[in-house]
């Protein structure tokens, strides 16, 4: 048989090789992820998670611990004016912030003051991780002065002074509150954190796409903005910003110097994790101490084995991502106002600023200013469907006169 070979101009040859060219760089252009890609999204979720009890504390998960805590939280006359609650820094309408660079009890602290949102998942409490429950956080600004000062004391006394406070202590651990300060005080910290346990965020538009991509489901996928897709390809990619912000809740639980002046003030620096090492080893709330309810201490292996090293100075929680576009502003001392300025720092992050020993994680990004853009659209599909306080709607209230 002869084979016939038929020859066409150059031109002819461009013109059938271009369509062929831009078809392979379609799957980029048009939002679709590589097998790598698709793997590296897929890991942050699904979400909710699910709800486990803490076992170092046996109100956890309890409805009548959480309605008791959500009174705490909103009591004032645990401060020493009587004029400051939990809330006065974490505000329901304001993401749980409140909207402070640096936040203000009595006197103004060194820093910003995290969202409560998903506390649940933590590993370690704080900004600088000095505290391994969420019980023993909430105890450090009822004894710090500048805050709410109220001390063990004074919160004991005014459970037990007050009818419907202590009627709320009765119902959460079936007794009522004893005539030891401490451990009345600790059983408070308790019962706020059972409360705080349910402040969990709800779906988002990441989600509702995360999973659409785990079950092949096209037209779900194409219901995500393509600017959100090419922001979320830089998260996952060149970014590499999934490296501390991976997991369903958007975060590795752990610490990090992010290349942002730490100094508290003039001449005096915010050691940061360093000193939140230090302050947990002092402390007697831990779950190496005597207020631990898990016999066991089956998660205390993170304490017993946590290490200082100088590298530790300046380092700070890398905090989840979810619902972060409510919660501004950034930065464990407020630093960056907006998402868009959080993008541009790393995009232009001055390198000379981070430690010099160790693992060098992080690099300045050069991103154009459409990529900067891509990435906030990606950060804002990060923020529940219905944003907004549902303090009543999840939470029961204290059933006490």
């Not at 831009?22 to 979720?45: M, S, V, W």
């Not at 002065?145 to 004391?153: C, F, N, Q, S």
């Not at 009765?170 to 308790?190: H, S």
């Not at 999973?211 to 600017?227: C, K």
Request: glycine residues 10%; charged residues 25%.
């Amino acid at each position: 048989m002869a084979v016939i070979i038929k020859k066409f101009p150059v031109a002819y040859c461009i013109l059938l090789i271009f369509p062929l060219l831009a078809l392979a760089a379609l799957p980029a252009a048009a939002g679709e992820f590589t097998a790598g890609e698709r793997r590296k999204i897929l890991r942050h979720g699904p979400w909710p998670l699910s709800a486990v009890p803490d076992p170092s504390n046996r109100v956890s998960g309890k409805p009548a611990a959480i309605a008791f805590g959500k009174a705490l939280f909103f009591e004032t006359r645990l401060s020493l004016s009587g004029t400051i609650s939990c809330a006065t820094c974490h505000r329901p309408d304001a993401g749980w912030t409140d909207g402070l660079a640096r936040s203000r009890g009595h006197e103004a602290v060194d820093r910003n003051a995290l969202s409560l949102f998903n506390l649940r998942v933590n590993r370690w409490f704080g900004w600088d991780g000095a505290q391994d429950t969420l019980w023993a956080q909430n105890l450090r600004p009822l004894i710090d002065k500048r805050e709410m000062g109220v001390g063990a004391t004074g919160a004991a006394r005014l459970v037990r002074a007050d009818g419907r406070l202590a009627c709320g202590y009765r119902q959460a651990f079936g007794e009522a509150p004893g005539a030891n300060d401490e451990r009345v005080f600790v059983d408070l910290g308790k019962a706020m954190a059972a409360f705080l346990e349910t402040l969990v965020t709800g779906r988002t538009p990441f989600d509702d796409f995360r999973d659409a991509l785990a079950r092949n489901d096209a037209a779900g996928r194409a219901r995500y903005p393509a600017a959100a897709k090419r922001g979320l390809r830089l998260f996952v990619g060149r970014g590499n910003c999934a490296f501390c912000h991976f997991g369903p809740a958007f975060t590795n639980g752990e610490f990090a110097d992010a290349g942002v002046p730490h100094f508290a003030g003039p001449g005096r620096a915010d050691p940061g994790r360093f000193g939140g090492i230090r302050k947990l080893r002092k402390s007697r709330y831990t779950l190496l101490g005597g207020f631990n309810d898990d016999p066991a201490r089956s998660t205390a292996v993170k304490t017993r084995h946590v290490r200082l090293a100088h590298s530790n100075f300046g380092e700070f929680r890398v905090p989840g991502l979810r619902n972060a576009a409510l919660t501004a502003p950034y930065m464990h001392a407020g630093s960056l106002r907006t998402l868009a300025d959080v993008v541009r720092h790393y995009s232009t992050l001055d390198e000379e600023r981070l430690h010099a020993g160790g693992e060098r994680i992080l690099r300045r990004l050069d991103l154009s200013a459409q990529e900067q853009g891509d990435l906030v659209a990606f950060l804002e599909t990060l923020t529940e469907r219905e944003p907004g306080p549902k303090v009543g709607r999840r939470n029961g209230d204290l059933q006490c006169r």
